[in-house]
């Protein structure tokens, strides 16, 4: 596709419940990132793709917390028995290579209230 | 750990005015890249400018230019000729260069007033 699609682009649930997001990234890009931007902040850093890979995981904040790309293109994010304090926007980011020179293209994000 | 620091969360600048956003960071590391996103209200981080550590030549991208400040680990920002279009959240950034991941700061907020 042209951009770095990111679906739903709203998402209400409730606590307790479990959620997907999705990222379609850019056509031809490898890398894939996903974070997490709470009310105020800046986005937080959650997990790093190489292809089919998660080569840094170490933003997910608990074991709730799950992402898959399975055929090194379009990746979920899964967070598992909801609380309140997962709510915020999840961004999802692509680049071409590894992205240390690559430039990082973003989505729209994906807004999820947690009631 | 690294961190960025923003320490304005709002400015304010007339059109056709310039203005300059501050930006510090910490970091024991010599190699890392620092860069400026702009945010806005789609939500869709936009890259704006970026500058690699070991380079002591200021990036420039027509009206946006940084005052890049190594010794004292400043990442400022200048949008020269402001048009409305540039309201928004810009957020500083930084990467080392062994990482992928980038570390955000909190953000400004720039309102662009006629």
């Known amino acids: 596709g042209a951009g770095v699609s990111q679906t739903p682009s709203n998402k209400v649930t409730e606590k307790g419940k479990y959620v997907e997001l999705r990222c379609d990234p850019i056509s031809g890009h490898t890398a894939l990132y996903w974070y997490r931007q709470s009310l105020g902040q800046g986005p937080e850093f959650l997990i790093y793709f190489q292809g089919t890979g998660a080569a840094d995981d170490s933003g997910l904040p608990n074991d709730r917390f799950f992402a898959v790309r399975p055929e090194g293109s379009v990746s979920t994010l899964k967070i598992q028995r909801t609380e309140r304090g997962d709510s915020a926007v999840y961004l999802c980011?692509?680049?071409?290579?590894?992205?240390?020179?690559?430039?990082?293209?973003f989505g729209e994000g994906s807004r999820l209230t947690v009631l | 750990a690294q961190t960025v620091t923003q320490s304005q969360p709002e400015m304010s600048v007339q059109e056709a005015e310039t203005v300059t956003l501050s930006c510090t960071y910490d970091?024991?590391?010599?190699?890392?890249?620092l860069f400026w996103y702009k945010q806005p209200p789609s939500r869709q981080m936009i890259l704006v400018i970026r500058q690699e550590a070991y380079k002591q030549q200021n990036a420039t991208e027509n009206r946006f230019s940084v005052n890049f400040q190594k010794a004292a680990k400043s990442f400022s920002l200048k949008i020269s000729d402001s048009q409305l279009g540039d309201a928004a959240m810009y957020f500083c950034a930084y990467r080392t260069g062994t990482a992928s991941k980038l570390t955000f700061g909190t953000g400004t907020r720039l309102q662009v007033t006629l």
């Open positions: 980011a692509s680049s071409r290579t590894s992205g240390r020179t690559g430039e990082l293209f």
């Open positions: 970091t024991s590391e010599s190699d890392y890249y």
